[in-house]
């Protein structure tokens, strides 16, 4: 379980994200929606350990990792899938995978079990079709799995994607959103920026809404699926219409 509270944070002394609270239990999604600019990448840079907070406390079960580096979040237990991929151009897709693959550190119990290069495969078949290929030479789909198969083999507990379908075709983000919810299924507890309120709402438990970065709503997936009213109230989105009009 990754636990934020009163988390506040931002850059250069300024406050981007104000007084946050928020719950990923482990096997859930928990989407981030909100304009540009709210503060969903400010959120996942500071949980991932790039942007120290000035105030609050970020928890994996359990253990205080407030203000901890990069590597010590990783090395918790926590993936990073960051926005815009940033794979390496010039490693190939098998280079990638070794190079990420780290087991879990003894005695972490809050893993719920290891990746290795061969069961990332066995998820994202395309990539063992890509080994040879370089970074630059992926589609962005391809990317986007590579991206995700390099967190995965860190083994987290938690993963972190901020926008992992940006810029891809609608059928491709389906799939991402599908590979999101079997790795809920895994155990993995998921944080998701997603650009879109109704994706967010059909894969995850809770879906919470960040407005210049507070937290103007926080709503059960089921409920928003059911009525999507509140969530577009507080992004002050078009109303839903009824089919039947
Ligand atoms: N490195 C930085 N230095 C100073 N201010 C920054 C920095 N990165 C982001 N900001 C500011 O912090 C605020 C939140 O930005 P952030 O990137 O977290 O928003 P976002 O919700 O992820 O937006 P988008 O949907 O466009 O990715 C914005 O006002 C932005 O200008």
Same mark, same amino acid.
């Given at each position: $379980? ?18 946050? @609270? ?45 203000? +901890? ?13 960051? !926005? ?23 005695? %972490? ?27 630059? @030479?992926?589609?962005?789909?391809? +990317? !986007? $799995? ?17 926008? *992992?379908? =940006? ?17 809920? !299924? ?12 109704? !994706? ?8 919470? /809404? ?7 709503? +926080?709503? @059960?997936?089921? @409920?928003?699926?059911? %009525? *999507?009213?509140?969530?577009? =109230?507080?992004? =002050?989105?078009?109303? /839903? ?5």
């Amino acid at each position: $379980m990754l636990e934020l509270t009163g988390l506040t944070a931002g850059y250069h002394g300024g406050t981007v994200l104000h007084d946050l @609270d928020l719950t990923v239990p482990a096997g859930s999604v928990h989407a981030i929606v909100g304009h540009n600019g709210a503060g969903k990448t400010t959120l996942v840079h500071t949980v991932a350990g790039f942007i120290r907070p000035s105030a609050g406390s970020v928890r994996l079960g359990g253990r205080d990792i407030t203000g +901890q580096p990069a590597h010590t979040v990783a090395r918790a237990g926590i993936g990073l899938v960051p !926005q815009g991929r940033r794979v390496f151009a010039g490693l190939t897709v098998a280079e990638h995978l070794r190079l990420s693959h780290r087991p879990p550190g003894r005695g %972490d119990a809050t893993r719920p079990s290891e990746w290795t290069p061969a069961r990332v495969l066995e998820l994202l078949p395309r990539l063992g079709e890509r080994r040879g290929n370089r970074g630059t @030479d992926l589609s962005g789909g391809e +990317q !986007q $799995m590579l991206a995700l198969a390099r967190a995965l083999l860190g083994s987290p507990s938690v993963l972190l994607l901020d926008e *992992p379908t =940006e810029g891809l075709a609608p059928g491709l983000a389906k799939q991402i959103y599908a590979l999101v919810g079997t790795l809920a !299924q895994e155990g993995i507890g998921v944080l998701l920026v997603s650009p879109s309120p109704a !994706q967010a709402a059909e894969c995850a438990r809770t879906v919470t /809404v960040l407005t210049s970065g507070r937290v103007t709503l +926080q709503v @059960d997936g089921a @409920d928003a699926r059911e %009525d *999507p009213t509140a969530l577009h =109230e507080a992004l =002050e989105l078009a109303p /839903v219409r009824s089919a039947a009009r």
